[in-house]
């Protein structure tokens, strides 16, 4: 019998669920608490080998789109291309959403070696030529094993004005004009005049990206911006590409700053449909939750982000968006946090008890025991429990996985497990009852569905 890594039954998934699991609460090539990167990697790639090209195409867009990530769906998109078809050129247009995404592609593809790009990759990465400006070109044109300008070589992107074809010109020829980015900026700054200065300029100009601005909060604060400025900032960031987490990772390490970032991070669910019923919400505080992701994309920095980051950030929207819900924390006890919303959710959420062993099974007997009367249950875990679900429930029950390990506890029918740390996966639960997916069907509305370029 399969188990989890601390033991308890794990569940048989098809084929297509284990990809889903896998893909859709990864970051790519990092190691986890309980498994290498390499592993995750080469489980998705068996995976996908197994899968026809309607479900690789379906969940490699669903990943970059919906769960906004960047370096799986490149990897599926390979694997799609191993299976050939129209489907890969459609594909990787859609899914490259910015120009370093069109060299990690090739980077990806010739791995194990140089070899010649098929047709429809061709096609594909030429299109998604047509996607980007001088300034994106410019800001993303990496000195890396592969460049801009060789790709464009190899798959002749056709223009499809004037300008762009001045634009391909100046990359061919290594005359693009020098993003003003923060980066650039900052790297000719010597004195902390010169970076408050770069720091202010970029955000009277509108030119600072979101997560550029939450990342940089400390940095900005450090060298004197002024702090109207930084929260003139926060209020108008455009968040339509910034994942719930982020803003509890800013909060936590730029506390002064956290009313303005709650008030930011819950503009993404302007508009959103409520939760009707009763919730009860369980959340993971177990020790493999302290376990870090976005260490590639912080580097040495301290200021990264935990599974209980990610968990603390749903549980939050979850708070907001359900109309009835009590929260209990889990690990070797079970602990009541509904007294709070907001970070200051979060915070309980991480004081509430020792982070110890994950006891999921026990958590739900004694839920049952003291909510008599609740229309659902949703579970935020890395689902790697000691122990097994044994206690059936009679309303909906949801587990929200945050990681990406290959075996989830096993349940009952009433359970449902939905992968990812975006705010999609509560979109899930409020669409769960709509007809199941088509591939092939929900697959055209994918391919036509306007996720608008990450600038």
Known sequence: MKTTHEGANAEVLSVEDQLRRSVLSCLLWEDTFYESGQKIEDRIVTLASQCNPEVLAYLAMEARGKYKLRSVPLLLANELVKKGGNLVSKTIENIIQRPDEITRFIEM?????????????????AKAFNKFNEYQFAKWNRD???????????????????????IFKKLANKELSTPDTWEVGLSAAKTDWEKRSIWGRLIDQKKLGGLAL?????????????????????????????LPYRFVTAAKHAPDFAE???????????????????????????????????????????????????????????????KDVVIYTFSNNVVNVSNASGFRLGEKIDRSQEHNCTYLGEAIKKIHGIEKEYDRVIVIT????????ETSIDSKGYIMNVASYQNGIDHDKNWTRISG?????????????????????????LFTFDWSVSK
């Open 109 to 125: 593809y010739w791995k194990k070696g140089k070899k010649p790009i098929a047709k429809q990759v061709k096609k594909g990465l």
């Open 144 to 166: 890396g094993s592969v460049k801009l300008r060789d790709v464009m070589f190899l798959v002749h992107p056709k223009p499809t004005s004037e300008i762009q074809g001045e």
């Open 214 to 242: 939450l990342k940089n909060l400390r940095n900005m604060v450090s060298v004197g911006v002024e702090r109207e400025k930084i929260i003139d900032a926060i209020r108008n960031v455009h968040i339509e590409r910034i």
């Open 260 to 322: 303005y970032l709650e008030g930011a991070m819950y503009r993404c669910l302007e508009g959103r449909e409520r939760i009707e019923g009763k919730t009860v919400l369980l959340v993971d505080v177990s020790g493999s939750m302290d376990d870090y992701i976005g260490k590639h994309s912080y580097g040495k920095s301290t200021d990264i982000t935990t599974r209980l980051d990610v968990a603390k950030g749903l549980a939050i929207l979850l708070k907001f968006l359900c």
């Open 382 to 389: 890395d689902e790697q429990s000691h122990d097994n679900i």
């Open 421 to 445: 740390f975006s705010e999609a996966v509560i979109d899930f639960i409020i669409e769960y009852e709509k007809p199941p997916i088509s591939w092939t069907k929900d697959l055209d509305d």
